[in-house]
């Protein structure tokens, strides 16, 4: 049976799923990383776990395998990366693992307050990936976002958080976790949900780029 690895390296070369496409790369830039998330909250190994923008499957497949007594919806708006995603799904044998090719923001308005936890790597501004998780999420659950840079964005993700529900408790970088020579200026941000998010939100994409946070 091929592994992740192999099947992302075997595909992106037809369908471009990712612009990392060595296998030292993968193994560091998709799977180390996802994995930094093991060391930012803890985990009971069975949470219900939506991952945004799932791309190629990370975060949420590298997770799903550290954790298999978790579920999981990978939410990917691009058909072809949504079909790669229930290939891996199907070759690997995942069980408890839904594939959904639509958008965050309409899928937040039927999934209201499901999850455990919700993840985002390289899916917008920290304020958008607070506005897209939290509605997600149930009160007491944890967003967690992948991020660089940081200081720019930090005030719109705290009004962001202000409208919607939740707190920045944790922005942890990779060097506290001893990786910072081979995850270099990478953070993780952990949010969590204080109270019920206000029906309006996530607002639509043309809404929230006209008032972005």
């Known amino acids: 049976m091929p592994s992740s690895e192999d099947l992302l390296i ?27 998330a093991v060391g930012v909250r803890k985990w009971s ?6 991952d945004i923008g799932s791309g190629a499957g ?32 199907s070759t690997l044998a995942l069980d408890s693992v839904e594939v ?4 965050a923001e309409a899928l937040a308005h039927a999934r209201r307050e499901r999850y455990d936890v919700g993840t985002a790597r390289a899916v917008g501004t920290l304020g958008a990936i607070v506005e897209y998780l939290l509605p997600f999420l149930r009160i007491g659950g944890d967003a967690i976002a992948w991020k660089g840079r940081l200081d720019a964005e930090l005030a719109g993700a705290k009004k962001a958080c202000a409208a919607v529900g939740g707190e920045i408790v944790k922005i942890t970088p990779t060097a506290e976790l001893g990786l ?12 969590r949900k204080l109270r019920a998010t206000p029906s309006r939100y996530p607002r639509s994409p043309a809404e929230a780029k006209r008032h972005p946070w």
Do not use: Q, Y
């Open 10 to 36: 075997e595909r992106n070369t037809t369908t471009n799923l990712t612009a990392i496409t060595t296998p030292a790369d993968i193994a560091t830039k998709h799977f180390l990383d996802s994995f930094t």
């Open 45 to 50: 190994g069975r949470e219900r776990i939506i």
């Open 58 to 89: 990370f975060p949420g497949i590298a997770l799903r395998l550290v954790f298999p007594g978790t579920s999981l919806t990978l939410v990917e708006s691009m058909g072809k990366k949504a079909r790669f995603l229930e290939e891996v799904t």
């Open 100 to 103: 959904r090719n639509e958008r």
């Open 180 to 191: 910072g020579a081979v995850l270099p200026g990478r953070s993780l941000v952990v949010i």
